[in-house]
T-cell receptor, first 112, second 113 residues
Framework: EDQVTQSPEALRLQEGESSSLNCSYT??????LFWYRQDPGKGPEFLFT???AGEEKEKERLKATLTKKESFLHITAPKPEDSATYLC?????????????FGAGTQVVVTP | ETGVTQSPTHLIKTRGQQVTLRCSSQ?????VSWYQQALGQGPQFIFQ???????GRGNFPPRFSGLQFPNYSSELNVNALELDDSALYLC????????????FGPGTRLTVT
C-alpha cells in the first residue's frame, strides 16, 4: 500500500534555530514529490517539486532534497512568518495522470 | 493570471441535506482535483476531472460526485450529508502533465450539524 509519512508531527523553534522536516514514502511508482505550506484555514501554497533522487530546490530560507525513500525540508534561520503546516505529497504513476497522496503534515511554530 | 477560486467560503448544512461547492481553475489549467481535509490531517483525494470527465477517484462513496464544465470550472456535489463530512474542501488545478504541480484554492469550510 502506498504510504506517505511526515515527521515530526509538530516542531517548535526559536527564531534563527535551523531544523529539518522529514517526508518518507513507500510507493510503487513516483512521478514527483511536492512540498506545500498551509496556513490555518487556508489552501496549501505550492513550494517545490522534486522528481529524482539527488535533486535539490531552494527558496529563501527553505531547501528541499530528495532520496529514493525520503525527502527533507530544511529551514535555515527561520523567522516567525515561517510558522505554518508543511505538507508533502507524492504523485503516483499507478494511474494515467497520477493522483496526489498527502502526508499528515508537520506543524511548525517559530517564536521570536 | 487568476488563481484558483472557490465558493462559498463557509457553509453550514444539516445532516441528510445536499450541498454543491464550486471552483474556478487557474487560467490555462484544464485538470481539476477535489480534496477533503479534516482538522489536523492532510488533504484526502476525492476525484479528478480532465476534459469534463472523471479520470481518477479516491476512496469516497458515490454520494460524492462532480462536474467539470467547458471553461474548466468545476462543482463538487455531496448528497445525504453526514456529520463526518464536516471538513475543509479544497479544489486544485493543474496542467495535464503527470508530473505537474497542483495549485490550490482557499477552500470551502463545510459544517454539518
Amino acid at each position: 500500500e502506498d504510504q506517505v509519512t511526515q515527521s515530526p508531527e509538530a516542531l517548535r523553534l526559536q527564531e534563527g534555530e535551523s531544523s529539518s522536516l522529514n517526508c518518507s514514502y513507500t510507493v510503487s511508482g513516483l512521478r514527483g514529490l511536492f512540498w506545500y505550506r498551509q496556513d490555518p484555514g487556508k489552501g496549501p501554497e505550492f513550494l517545490f517539486t522534486l522528481y529524482s533522487a539527488g535533486e535539490e530546490k531552494e527558496k529563501e530560507r527553505l531547501k528541499a532534497t530528495l532520496t529514493k525513500k525520503e525527502s527533507f525540508l530544511h529551514i535555515t534561520a527561520p523567522k516567525p512568518e515561517d510558522s505554518a503546516t508543511y505538507l508533502c505529497a507524492v504523485r503516483l504513476t499507478t494511474d494515467s495522470w497520477g493522483k496526489f497522496q498527502f502526508g499528515a503534515g508537520t506543524q511548525v511554530v517559530v517564536t521570536p | 493570471e487568476t488563481g484558483v477560486t472557490q465558493s462559498p467560503t463557509h457553509l453550514i448544512k444539516t445532516r441528510g441535506q445536499q450541498v454543491t461547492l464550486r471552483c474556478s481553475s487557474q487560467s490555462g489549467h484544464n485538470t481539476v482535483s477535489w480534496y477533503q481535509q479534516a482538522l489536523g490531517q492532510g488533504p484526502q483525494f476525492i476525484f479528478q476531472y480532465y476534459r469534463e470527465e472523471e479520470n481518477g477517484r479516491g476512496n469516497f462513496p458515490p454520494r460524492f460526485s462532480g462536474l467539470q464544465f467547458p471553461n474548466y470550472s468545476s462543482e463538487l456535489n455531496v448528497n445525504a450529508l453526514e456529520l463526518d463530512d464536516s471538513a475543509l474542501y479544497l479544489c486544485a488545478s493543474s496542467l495535464p502533465s503527470g508530473g505537474a504541480e497542483q495549485y490550490f484554492g482557499p477552500g470551502t469550510r463545510l459544517t454539518v450539524t
